[in-house]
């Protein structure tokens, strides 16, 4: 169904606030005061004004999430936190495959995809998360929506009495860590999965397309920016992300231009305004009641970050311990950075950027920027360029955040919005790739804290990836890497603000101890809470996920993790699709898989 969005009123610009250089966390300037969309409770606890941990290779404590452990930590860090602790279920939802709306709108695979749906329920899973992607819904012209795909989708999932949390994709798909670039469909089982929900063995073409009855190869093709977008770049590349060597990346627009009218006369602000704005009024009956909560993109891989270095490589960064590149060298970020420059009375700041930042991918201590001795990041220049750097990301987020808080006020669904985890030289000073990527995250300063700040004042909760991961398996090839270390900061700061989390894994892991590190982690936010709000996504479904003894463990999980809250998906919807055995579920195998 395509529709058509009104026109939006244009906004004014500017480049930069006025600031000065410190130390000090950050808190960048804005031209509004926003108020919170809903009341929190008061906060129980207190906590030491310096978060960060970067010593003992960045580490947080306690190291195993127990209480006697947490006790230590809360007398040594202030907490006030109740004695008696309450542990509430929370809730497990499961990341959808990524490629089920085809670019013509059209949901693909719906047999087996019920079929999953309603295994999902035996398990307990309260819903799914389903990616819309920008470029499939207002692919061809500006303001001409198709999201019939996608009413598909949500339908299918009230049937079966699923919630459903809808992630707005405004960056390019088949790049980031988890987007599958192909899937081996298995169709061997789908006669007899058929027969067991119609009656009879199924030979349609509905299942089976073109292909054959035992295999067929399916590649995934990347979704990318809208083509009338991708037009709008060809006539103006530096409306795209570019590095020093003037590389362009093509997976999410520039922040620096987010005000200017680039795109056909609007500015990319206004894209994704009437984006959401239509998604509002095209799913209204079913906000609050089947899709409970949206998650916003703010960049690539929908994370609130700059390209630092391409997703494709991002979901391997750790083990090649990549530094990134500084994605501030198109022409609007250049000229925010002069300006920025020129107002702190340092012009020659903004005149060409960084120096000393090659990327060695094993050494940035050999760089004259990264290392921990001497390095530029610690001196007065270094300090300016990462606070503007990492507030231009801040004021990014933002302008979203506003953005959306307008559109969803009085919905009644949760928003969300994305941080990456990136961890493989938390343990050093200087925590390079984090720099890069638009934390000024250091040992000196906490780079979280302002985000989650600034999500709190919009109501906003925070996804974040990396649970499942553990310190003992990511040192033994990178000793420099923390992945519990970089979770647990970002974990207290959201504690200190008081914002819901979605967890997540940064790669589907199917394995106990991965499943216990979820719960640990989770344990980490949600001890000494009264009210804790923590959830999980699972990323995501394929065909692994139903083999017999990947299933049980992922059903056990999904029990440890919620609690009281199992089945409160089927109960609130009343769903007309009935839950399945465990013999369907058997049958669910042909699902998908990595070719």
């Given at each position: 169904?395509?529709?058509?969005?009104?026109?939006?009123?244009?906004?004014?610009?500017?480049?930069?606030?006025?600031?000065?250089?410190?130390?000090?966390?950050?808190?960048?300037?804005?031209?509004?005061?926003?108020?919170?969309?809903?009341?929190?409770?008061?906060?129980?606890?207190?906590?030491?004004?310096?978060?960060?941990?970067?010593?003992?290779?960045?580490?947080?404590?306690?190291?195993?999430?127990?209480?006697?452990?947490?006790?230590?930590?809360?007398?040594?860090?202030?907490?006030?936190?109740?004695?008696?602790?309450?542990?509430?279920?929370?809730?497990?939802?499961?990341?959808?495959?990524?490629?089920?709306?085809?670019?013509?709108?059209?949901?693909?695979?719906?047999?087996?995809?019920?079929?999953?749906?309603?295994?999902?329920?035996?398990?307990?899973?309260?819903?799914?998360?389903?990616?819309?992607?920008?470029?499939?819904?207002?692919?061809?012209?500006?303001?001409?929506?198709?999201?019939?795909?996608?009413?598909?989708?949500?339908?299918?999932?009230?049937?079966?009495?699923?919630?459903?949390?809808?992630?707005?994709?405004?960056?390019?798909?088949?790049?980031?860590?988890?987007?599958?670039?192909?899937?081996?469909?298995?169709?061997?089982?789908?006669?007899?999965?058929?027969?067991?929900?119609?009656?009879?063995?199924?030979?349609?073409?509905?299942?089976?397309?073109?292909?054959?009855?035992?295999?067929?190869?399916?590649?995934?093709?990347?979704?990318?920016?809208?083509?009338?977008?991708?037009?709008?770049?060809?006539?103006?590349?530096?409306?795209?992300?570019?590095?020093?060597?003037?590389?362009?990346?093509?997976?999410?627009?520039?922040?620096?231009?987010?005000?200017?009218?680039?795109?056909?006369?609007?500015?990319?602000?206004?894209?994704?305004?009437?984006?959401?704005?239509?998604?509002?009024?095209?799913?209204?009956?079913?906000?609050?009641?089947?899709?409970?909560?949206?998650?916003?993109?703010?960049?690539?891989?929908?994370?609130?970050?700059?390209?630092?270095?391409?997703?494709?490589?991002?979901a391997w960064a750790w083990h090649t311990r990549e530094l990134g590149e500084f994605q501030c060298y198109d022409k609007y970020m250049i000229a925010s950075l002069n300006a920025c420059a020129h107002d702190v009375g340092m012009r020659e700041w903004g005149y060409g950027g960084l120096i000393g930042t090659v990327n060695l991918m094993h050494g940035p201590?050999?760089?004259?920027?990264?290392?921990?001795?001497?390095?530029?990041?610690?001196?007065?220049?270094?300090?300016?360029?990462?606070?503007?750097?990492?507030?231009?990301?801040?004021?990014?987020?933002?302008?979203?955040?506003?953005?959306?808080?307008t559109t969803f006020q009085g919905t009644e669904v949760d928003t969300s919005a994305k941080v990456a985890g990136i961890h493989w030289h938390y343990g050093m000073q200087s925590h390079p790739s984090e720099l890069t990527a638009g934390y000024y995250n250091t040992s000196r300063r906490d780079g979280y804290l302002p985000i989650a700040r600034m999500l709190?004042?919009?109501?906003?909760?925070?996804?974040?990836?990396?649970?499942?991961?553990?310190?003992?398996?990511?040192?033994?090839?990178?000793?420099?890497?923390?992945?519990?270390?970089?979770?647990?900061?970002?974990?207290?700061?959201?504690?200190?603000?008081?914002?819901?989390?979605?967890?997540?894994?940064?790669?589907?892991?199917?394995?106990?101890?991965?499943?216990?590190?979820?719960?640990?982690?989770?344990?980490?936010?949600?001890?000494?809470?009264?009210?804790?709000?923590?959830?999980?996504?699972?990323?995501?479904?394929?065909?692994?996920?139903?083999?017999?003894?990947?299933?049980?463990?992922?059903?056990?999980?999904?029990?440890?993790?919620?609690?009281?809250?199992?089945?409160?998906?089927?109960?609130?919807?009343?769903?007309?699709?009935?839950?399945?055995?465990?013999?369907?579920?058997?049958?669910?195998?042909?699902?998908?898989?990595?070719?």
């Open positions: 169904m395509a529709i058509a969005s009104p026109s939006t009123p244009t906004f004014s610009a500017s480049f930069c606030c006025k600031r000065t250089v410190s130390t000090h966390l950050t808190r960048f300037p804005s031209t509004f005061s926003p108020t919170r969309t809903r009341h929190l409770p008061p906060r129980r606890f207190a906590i030491s004004s310096r978060l960060n941990s970067s010593k003992s290779c960045g580490s947080v404590y306690p190291d195993n999430g127990g209480s006697e452990d947490f006790e230590h930590y809360e007398l040594q860090h202030g907490f006030t936190g109740p004695v008696e602790r309450r542990r509430r279920g929370s809730p497990v939802y499961v990341t959808l495959p990524a490629e089920l709306v085809a670019e013509d709108g059209k949901v693909r695979r719906i047999k087996v995809l019920t079929a999953s749906l309603r295994a999902l329920v035996t398990a307990g899973v309260e819903g799914v998360v389903m990616e819309i992607w920008w470029g499939i819904v207002e692919r061809e012209k500006p303001r001409v929506y198709n999201w019939g795909g996608y009413l598909d989708l949500v339908a299918l999932a009230r049937r079966c009495g699923l919630k459903v949390r809808a992630v707005l994709a405004f960056h390019q798909r088949g790049t980031g860590p988890g987007d599958p670039i192909c899937y081996l469909w298995n169709f061997s089982l789908l006669p007899e999965l058929c027969r067991g929900y119609t009656g009879k063995k199924c030979m349609s073409r509905e299942c089976y397309g073109l292909m054959d009855d035992t295999t067929a190869l399916l590649l995934m093709p990347k979704v990318s920016l809208p083509q009338w977008v991708l037009e709008e770049i060809d006539k103006d590349p530096d409306i795209a992300y570019t590095d020093r060597f003037g590389r362009r990346n093509m997976e999410y627009i520039s922040l620096g231009c987010d005000m200017f009218p680039v795109l056909k006369g609007r500015s990319p602000l206004q894209a994704y305004s009437d984006f959401m704005m239509n998604f509002r009024d095209t799913f209204r009956s079913l906000l609050g009641v089947v899709i409970t909560g949206v998650q916003v993109g703010m960049g690539p891989a929908g994370e609130l970050r700059y390209p630092s270095c391409p997703s494709q490589k991002l201590e050999n760089t004259e920027f990264f290392k921990s001795n001497g390095g530029s990041w610690d001196t007065p220049f270094g300090k300016f360029f990462l606070e503007w750097y990492s507030g231009m990301l801040l004021l990014h987020g933002e302008r979203i955040c506003r953005e959306a808080k709190g004042r919009y109501g906003f909760g925070l996804c974040c990836s990396g649970f499942g991961m553990r310190d003992v398996e990511e040192k033994k090839t990178n000793p420099v890497s923390s992945p519990e270390g970089f979770l647990k900061q970002l974990l207290l700061a959201a504690r200190v603000c008081h914002i819901p989390i979605e967890g997540e894994n940064s790669t589907t892991f199917l394995e106990d101890e991965s499943f216990e590190q979820v719960l640990k982690m989770s344990k980490f936010y949600t001890y000494g809470l009264e009210s804790p709000t923590f959830s999980f996504n699972f990323m995501r479904m394929d065909r692994y996920l139903f083999e017999q003894h990947k299933w049980v463990r992922f059903t056990r999980f999904v029990k440890q993790l919620s609690g009281a809250n199992i089945f409160r998906a089927r109960l609130d919807f009343g769903g007309d699709v009935q839950p399945t055995s465990m013999s369907d579920v058997v049958k669910v195998r042909a699902a998908y898989t990595y070719c």
